[in-house]
Every structure is written in structure tokens, then in C-alpha cells.
């Protein structure tokens, strides 16, 4: 398995941004994002394929959440824009080498960052 380091998570207003880096320790098929918010079980974001072609969101981000990677630098972003109060949570990177197919099985991701904070407030 990979290691994985999350960063930047952060404050933010209601209808502002934040870009989440997910950078991995080697090379990774699909990558994923989820978020688990105070009291709630972990759930799906955003996953995306090695190439970057294929994406699959969650339906509460979709038109404002974008995943992306960078293979060369092995690293994965989820670009957050107009964030709301609902997507406090902490942000977790996930990463497979099981599946190059974007998923929302938690099963099928071995490798697991430790965790960033996201913080809307209204």
C-alpha cells in the first residue's frame, strides 16, 4: 500500500473554495475522496481513474466539486467551490490498487490518508 497525506483543508464562509491535496508515496489507480462529519459514518465524494477520463461523484457536490490528478507528481486534488455549511467533515484520500475504475467501495481502497478538517460556517 501507499502512504497518503492530506492538506489543505481549512475555515472557510459559505460560498467560498477550498483545494484538498492528496499526495501519495507511489503510483495509485483510482483515488477517491470521502468525508465524515461529526457524528455521521464516512461516506463517498469523489473518485476519479488513473488517467483522469473517468470521474464519479456523489450527488450533493456534483457541479461543485471537481476531482483531479497529477500522475507525475502523485498527487490528487478535490477543488471545492461553493461550499456550504452542510460539507463540514473531515476529508479522507483514498487510494486503490485494486480497481482503475472510479468507485464509492470503500472496500476497494487499501490506502487511506489521516484526515483533514473542513470547516463551512454560515
Known amino acids: 500500500q501507499v502512504q497518503l497525506i492530506e492538506s489543505g483543508g481549512g475555515l472557510v464562509q459559505a460560498g467560498e473554495s477550498l483545494r484538498l491535496s492528496c499526495a501519495a508515496s507511489?503510483?495509485?489507480?483510482?483515488m477517491g475522496w470521502f468525508r465524515q462529519a461529526l457524528g455521521k459514518e464516512r461516506e463517498f465524494v469523489a473518485s476519479?481513474?488513473?488517467?483522469?477520463?473517468?470521474?464519479y461523484y456523489t450527488d450533493s457536490v456534483k457541479g461543485r466539486f471537481t476531482i483531479s490528478r497529477d500522475n507525475a507528481k502523485n498527487t490528487a486534488y478535490l477543488q471545492m467551490n461553493s461550499l456550504k455549511p452542510e460539507d463540514t467533515a473531515v476529508y479522507y484520500c483514498?487510494?486503490?490498487?485494486?480497481?482503475?475504475?472510479?468507485?464509492?467501495?470503500?472496500?476497494?481502497?487499501?490506502?487511506w490518508g489521516q484526515g483533514t478538517q473542513v470547516t463551512v460556517s454560515s
Open positions: 507511489g503510483r495509485t489507480f483510482t
Open positions: 483514498a487510494a486503490s490498487l485494486l480497481t482503475n475504475t472510479p468507485t464509492n467501495d470503500e472496500r476497494l481502497f487499501g490506502s
Open positions: 476519479l481513474s488513473w488517467s483522469g477520463g473517468s470521474t
